[in-house]
């Protein structure tokens, strides 16, 4: 069956440092990868996503994801986060050229000063 | 642009009422999607529909639990009965590919 695994329900990092979130994905093939951000009381909005090319995509707000087909993952990076970016990430997958996302089960990230 | 709107924002029911939440998709975008997020459960995929037809309703609670899209530019869920099991975050999601847009969310109440 299709799935999507964020092993980390929480994750902790002190302002300025750098972070990694992971990511794994259970798909036939190569799926289409997303990451979404959902702030307090917000709905969810798209950091980047991968269909194919470069494994390294690039998003906003300075965030990176970088695809491996070998390990099935799809890691989201930041080299320094800032307070604000204390928030619910989803990792996402689709089927290629499919309509339905299937979603991790989110990690929560505080930043803390 | 106003993006994807759902309404109301927030709505608190008495246990046994119903409720119907409202969702705008973008203008030109062919698939509408319904999820359920609450702390437990998480984010809980419900049904989607594409050009207005329902394709996968295979997380909807089977009693209780209706969506329609009578046209291209709203889609309603309604929860007939509501329990407080029902409360939580429902949000709407269109998208014209495989990257989906999202609304705010509907914070369904039941006490």
């Known amino acids: 069956a299709q799935s999507v695994t964020q092993p980390d329900a929480r994750v902790t990092v002190s302002e300025g440092a750098s972070l990694q979130l992971r990511c794994k994905y259970s798909?036939?093939?190569?799926?289409?990868l997303f990451w979404y951000v959902q702030y307090q009381r917000q709905g969810l909005q798209l950091l980047l996503k991968?269909?194919?090319?470069?494994?390294v995509v690039q998003g906003v707000n300075g965030f990176e994801a970088e695809f491996s087909k070998s390990d099935s993952s799809f890691h989201l990076r930041k080299a320094s986060v800032h307070w604000s970016d204390s928030a619910v990430y989803f990792c996402a997958a689709s089927r290629t050229g499919g309509y339905k996302v299937v979603f991790g089960s989110g990690t929560r990230l505080l930043v803390s000063p | 642009n106003a993006g994807v709107i759902q309404t109301p924002r927030h709505k608190v029911t008495g246990k046994g009422q119903e409720a119907t939440l409202w969702c705008e998709p973008i203008?030109?975008?062919?698939?509408v999607f319904w999820y359920r997020q609450t702390i437990v459960q998480g984010l809980e995929f419900l049904t989607y529909f594409r050009n207005q037809a329902p394709i996968d309703d295979s997380g909807m609670p089977k009693e209780r639990f209706s969506a329609q899209m009578p046209n291209q530019s709203h889609s309603t869920l309604k929860i007939q009965s509501t329990q407080p099991q029902d409360s939580a975050v429902y949000l709407c999601?269109?998208?014209?590919?495989?990257?989906?847009?999202f609304g705010p969310g509907t914070r369904l109440t039941v006490l």
């Open positions: 798909y036939s093939g190569t799926p289409y």
């Open positions: 999601a269109s998208t014209i590919s495989a990257e989906q847009f």
């Open positions: 991968y269909y194919s090319g470069d494994p």
């Open positions: 203008s030109g975008h062919s698939a």
